[in-house]
Nanobody, 120 residues
């Protein structure tokens, strides 16, 4: 069974840091693009950052220069280092992964989400 699971959320004060992790497990051949999205209460889910396999990361303007996305293909993991956090970063953060299986099948998976709360 394929799973995509996030961890590392929590509560911090403004200016603090958090590191989110995401791990994909199961009978996966490889992983194409991976990314982090977030959804604040009453808001639509929005892109935070994405990183293709072996490619250049892409960031939303709101987090550029404060967040860093990275991945470890050897262990099917994705990370998000969040520095200089602001109250407006408060949201549920979701990991997204485009997984490739034997036979060339690709499927998009979402994690269950992890809460990040930044207080002023």
């Amino acid at each position: 069974q394929v799973q995509v699971v996030e961890s590392g959320g929590g509560s911090v004060q403004a200016g603090g840091s958090l590191r989110l992790s995401c791990r994909a497990s199961g009978s996966i051949f490889s992983i194409d693009a991976m990314g982090w999205f977030r959804q604040a209460p009453g808001q639509q889910r929005e892109l935070v950052a994405t990183i293709p396999s072996g490619g250049i990361p892409n960031y939303a303007d709101a987090v550029q220069g404060r967040f860093t996305i990275s991945r470890d293909n050897a262990v099917n993991a994705l990370y998000l280092q969040m520095n200089s956090l602001k109250p407006e970063d408060t949201a549920v953060y979701y990991c997204n992964a485009l997984l490739k299986f034997n036979g060339g099948i690709r499927r998009n998976y979402w994690g269950q989400g992890t809460q990040v709360t930044v207080s002023s």
